[in-house]
Structure formats: structure tokens, C-alpha cells
């Protein structure tokens, strides 16, 4: 059963239209500034800058980057960084929201720590546009810039001017980009001031978020509807504008959704169609009802990966919070000329509260990436579900022709032999019509594809083959029938896009990738118990005396001892260059040449035993 439950999740996920994942590699860097130092605080670019993103990742964007309140250093990273994302990518859209200045015709975006207090300051502590430009240049065939940055700009009112002829304008001058297939969009007309809006976003913002996503809408439709409502809900105050131009052929942001040849109705529909709706509004009430509705299953997984995405983004924020409360607690207090004992109080309070914002801030990068990586798994299964589902079709036409087949060459045959043949064919099934044998060597080909079987996909389904599966069964969550290899099995397993058994290595081996190698230790190293490299220990020599003292005492011995009976009776001795010995017992003395014989022994005696 929990294979067929994943089939139909798989099946159903295909058709509502997944699909294969676009061929085009889509980037997106999207900048809310709106905790500026030197002036008012702006409201609603950081919630833009949310929403935006939620956008592009709604869309299916491969990489969307979300960067709130950079100052001029984090600012320089993040397009250093999308830039080298953008050399890789198709499609590149880069959104910023925030403060925006012209100077003498040029225009430049603000980040949160710029003063500019002089006119020349601008050139030091703000971003030009066409550093912008040069971020997205390298994408092959759409670069899209979106400024929501024509907001009324207080650097203006008070920015000393060194020289009195330079023009300072109202809003953003009007550009004209030079490199192919680039727009840039203006949140209000050059020369003109854009709204940060009453509700929770602008008016752009909204509007944008409303229309861009559109499946095969074409982009400058996509602007021009933004644009009516824009000038709609800001009582015809506000005009957004697009400057550059595009090829004949329709440039959407979202590609449109192929048409799915078969039935469109799935069980899934419903929690799809939720799941969507929360992940567009994003915040913590449209997640919680989602997983009170839907409270199991593979998107109440994804959404409460989302909910805990939301819940770092509530904590980084009231830490943000206190900590500038800290900080403006601790300004008054030395403004104010307190006591020494209160400056230090409030002081530890302000650094416990920084402390606290950028523990914040980085469990919510934590749960921003395991929401990501979230996302990316949904975009897997639904790859696999596609590739399942066509794997399928493709064995049912195969199946389907077959029985065609018979059912011809039964009707040739007599009308006992017809009967016979449907009998045989009468209960159909979706299996493909594949020999036991056949069977086994997919099975096993798809157990050694996931990790699970190191054997050889040899057609014989032996406990190696049923360990394997059971082996799927426990790290897949599955409970596959491990005695027999089956269709079932086979679909199950084909729909996990890679490995699933952990790699399992051999002493002095070690894991890379999906194989293992031989772990290499440097000279005077070895591999220990723990499959790590240590030094060997070196062996010091242990010096020994010799045991003189004992050779010694034999000697001693051996020549205090008495003489044996024989040799003191016979009295004989031999002699030669080592010495004299008296003769061993039983044996005697041979006469030498000279033939003389005697207690000693002379030239050329032997000694003669019986």
C-alpha cells in the first residue's frame, strides 16, 4: 500500500502540471533597504523585498536571493556574488527597493549606511546603475532590472553641494540600456516620485506580484497591466515606466504551462492548489491553517519547513527590534548625562540585544536554506513523478501493442484455439508483459542505481537481492514485498532520483561520492581502528648486557668439577692447537709416527672411540 500511495502522489503531482523542469536556468537578486542610519526609517522595502522573492520562487526560479538592509560592503558582495551566478543563467532579474538618487543625469541606489552628506559623497557610499547592469550582463537571453527606488528622497533636502551648477533630480533620470534583450522598469516615470504605499507593500510592489507570475504573459503586457493598476490605485498620481526594448518573439517570466494529454483530476489537486495559495502570502496564518487543513503528508512537510522559514524571519526581526532599542536606550542615557552605573546597564543591555539580533539573523539564513532545500526536493519529486509516469505509458503501449498482437493472431485460429488465447489474456492488468527474469535484472539495475545492491544485475533474485530491498524498504520508508521483484518495486524505486542506501566502506576505505577509494596516508602514518590516519609510534632499541657473569660461573664449574673414572685412570691426554683435554671416556690414544706412546700425546696422535 504505501507504494501505491506514492505512485498516486507521483502521478497526480505530474498532472497537475509539473512537468520536466524548464530547460531555462532562471536567477533572481531581490534588495529591500529600509532601516537607513542617517535618515527616517523607510516601511515597506524590506516587506517588498519578501514578497518579491516569494514571487520568484512561486515561479520557479532556480536561485532566488532575498538581501535586506545591506549596507555599502554587503551591498558590493551580493552583486559580486549574483554576478558569477548570472554568467550561468539564462534568465537574470535583479529587484531593489529602497532609497535612489540622480546625480547630473546619472542614477545611483542607496544603501542603509550612506550619509552623503555633499554631493560628492555619492560617488563613495552609493551604487551606480550601471554597476547593476554590469551584474546581469553576462545572462544569455533576458536581463531584467526592477527599481522600486523613485521614492521621495530626503538625501536631497539636505546634501551640501560643492559645485552649484550640479543637478540633483526628483526621482531617477530616464535610461536607455545599450546591451540586447535589457530592460529596466521604473516603479514611477523619470522625473517623478513613486509611493511607499498606506498597507503593508506599494502599490508596484503589489502589482508586480500580481502580474509577472502570469504563465506565457508576455513582459511588456506584463508591465503595461502594471502599470493600469498602479495609476488605478494611486488616483492616476503614479505612473510606473519600462525603458529598453525587446526582440518580436513573447518574453515571458513565467513560461507557459504545457498542455497535459490525459486526465486532469487528481486527489492532489486541492492540497496543491492550498499550498500555493500559503506560499504566496507567506506568513505565519497562511501556513498554520495550510497544516490544520492538511496536517500529514509530503506538503505538510514542505510547509512546515516554510513555518519555521516564517517563524526565524518573526524572531531575527523583534531581535532587530530590541537591539535598536538597546541601542537608542543607550544614546539617551549618555545624552541625558546619566549616571556611570546606569550607561553601563544600558550598554551590557545593547550588546546582549546585538547578540541576540545576530543569533537571530543567522537561524533564520538556517531556515531560509532548509526551506529552499525544501522547495528544491518538491521540484525532484515532481521531476521523478514525470519521469515515473512516462516510464509507465511507455510499458502500457508496449503491453497494449502486444495484446493487439495476440488478439490478431488469435483470429486466425480456430475457434477453440481463439477461446483459449482470451482466457489466457482476459485478466489484463497495467504490469508490462516482462519475464520473471527481465524483471529481476530492472529491479536489481534500479537497487544498484539507489545504493542498495552491489551485485551484478545478473537476473537471479537471491537473499543478496531480497537484503537489498529490504534495505530500500527501511532508508525509502517503503514496505515493498522484499521475496519477489515486482512491478510495484520497480516503480517505487524508480521514482527516487538518487542514491538512498548509505555507501558502506571496508576498512582503510572511505566514502567519495558513490564509490569508495582507498584512504592514502602520508609517509610515517597508518590507519587506525577509527579509519583514520595516525603516526606510528617508533619502537626506541633497548639495550642489553651480556650475561657474562653466568658464562663465568659454568667455567668455574666445569673445571673445579673431578675427573671422570676412566680418564683418571688411563692418565691419557690429547693436545692440539686449542689446548690439552683429557681423552673422553671409552676411547684412546693411537701411537704417532714416531711410534712412541706415553701420558701426553705427541705430533700426529689420534684419538681412537669404539
Sequence with gaps: MG???IFVFLLGAFYLGCGPAQADKRVALVIGNSAYKSVPRLTN?????SLVGGMFRKAGFDTVDVKLDLSVVD??????????KAREADVAVIYYAGHGIELDGNN???PTDAALETDTDVFDEAFPLDRVLFAIEPAKQLRLVILDACRDNPFAKTMKRTVAARAIGRGLAKVEPTSPNTMIAFAAKAGSTASDGDSRNSPFAAALVER???????????FGFVRDDVLKNTGYKQEPYVYGSLGGDDVALVPAKPVAAGPQASPQDAIRRDYELALQAGNRDAWEAFLQAYPDGFYAGLARAQLKNVAAEE????????????????ARLAAERATKAEQEKAAAAAKAAEEKRLAAEKAKQVEEAKAAAAEQRRKEAEAAAAKALADKQAAEKALAEKLASDKAVAEQKPQVANEQKVAAVAPTSSQPSLSPQEMTKLVQSELRRVGCLTASADGDWNASSQRSLTLFNKYAGTKLDAKLASFYALDAIKAKPGRVCPLVCDHGFKADGD??????????????????????????PIATRDNSKGRDSERKQTEAAPASPQAKSSGQIICNAAGCRPIRSGCRLEANRAGVRGYGSGPGDVEVCN
Design 108 to 110: 545611483y541606489l542607496i
Design 315 to 330: 524572531a531575527r526581526t523583534a531581535a532587530a527590534e530590541k537591539a535598536r532599542q538597546a541601542e537608542d536606550a543607550k
Design 45 to 49: 522595502p524590506v516587506n517588498d523585498a
Design 75 to 84: 551591498m558590493r558582495k551580493a552583486l559580486r556574488e549574483f554576478g558569477s
Design 3 to 5: 507504494a501505491i500511495r
Design 515 to 540: 564509490a569508495c577509494v582507498k584512504i592514502a596516508c602520508r609517509a610515517g602514518y597508518r590507519v587506525n581502528d577509527e579509519n583514520e590516519c595516525e603516526k606510528v609510534q617508533e619502537k626506541k
Design 212 to 222: 509577472l507570475p502570469t504563465p506565457g504573459l508576455d513582459l511588456r503586457k506584463a
